[in-house]
């Protein structure tokens, strides 16, 4: 399954849920996303069965990867119940992001033993005050290193660590971040800010370049790049030269990897975008819920991937900045 530009779908990111127990400022700020903002009604949201079913017709038209994101995914209430129905599929890696507020021992070791193969946690700074100010939360940066050690303690490594690096904001914790995580096997990915959705008033001159972020930590240590895993692999690689492991950088502002992109997006109301940045997309609920076959959702699916041919990150300017983009909460990073 090919779309315009020869890029076959790879992955398929699921949110389940587009609320959030966080209001990160490049995400959901709190002046937006408020006591009284408009999220999904519980019932328009796909039911397990229904978001299983979904992914199941993806995997039968190549994917072989999936990752499950919100909003925050472990709001979602028999979540496990899921992940047990998304492993039967076959699917080659099934992976989970989380901001780790809520992932204890216990809630680690179900998710595993449901199917779960990884998990990856957001954090964007080891200082506490960096971390409560980008993330504005309570939530202390120690329960998030301990929610990374239930994670590898259950098995679901290696675990990634996303940092979006902004900068003034946490650019002095990119060698922190680094140090931190150096030969425990744990990989930090280092995000550059993007201007995602609507709400998080991006300005370029905050972004910090991969290329920076990469000589920062190179500075420190020897380092030496890495291939990738595989094609449409978002991070580039790179590798301590002394066996302390690896980390990584993406950089869709600065070095875009549009031509590339195998990522298709399944929101937590069923509708399929096939870009990060897209400002619509293909309402699959109503398929479902109207008696549609397989058949027909693959169908559906097929047509709507054919005619892709997104390529925003490559675009990006004041006129394609201006449309009105999905909010990131709303179908996950």
Known sequence: MLDKLGRPAHDLRISVTDRCNFRCVYCMPREVFGPDFPYVPRSDLLTLEEIARVAHVFVSLGVEKIRITGGEPLLRRNLEHLI???????????????????????????????????????????????????????????????????????GLRPVKIDAVIKRGANDREVVALARRFRGTGHIVRFIEYMDVGNSNQWRSEDVVPAREIVS??????????????????????????????????????????????????????????????????TDLRALIRTGASDDDLRAAITRVWHIREDRYSEMRSEETRAAKKVEMSHIGG
Not at 86 to 97: G, Q
Not at 105 to 118: D, F, V
Not at 125 to 145: E, H, N, Q, S, W
């Open 84 to 154: 047990e129905m998304l492993a039967a599929t076959s699917v080659h890696d099934l992976a989970l992001t989380t901001n780790g507020a809520l992932l204890t021992r216990e809630k680690a070791l179900a998710l595993k033993n449901a199917g779960l193969s990884r998990i990856t946690v957001s954090l964007d700074a080891l200082d506490d005050a960096t971390f409560r100010a980008l993330c504005d939360t309570d939530v202390p940066v120690a329960r998030v290193l301990d929610a990374i050690e239930c994670a590898d303690a259950a």
């Open 216 to 281: 920062m930590i190179a500075a420190e240590w020897a380092i030496e790049p890495m291939d990738a895993n595989y094609f449409g692999e978002v991070a580039e690689r790179w590798r301590y030269s002394d066996g302390a492991g690896e980390f990584g950088v993406i950089s869709s502002v600065t070095q875009p990897f549009c031509g590339s992109c195998t990522r298709a997006r399944l929101s937590s109301e069923g509708s399929l975008f096939t870009c990060l940045f897209a400002e619509r997309g």
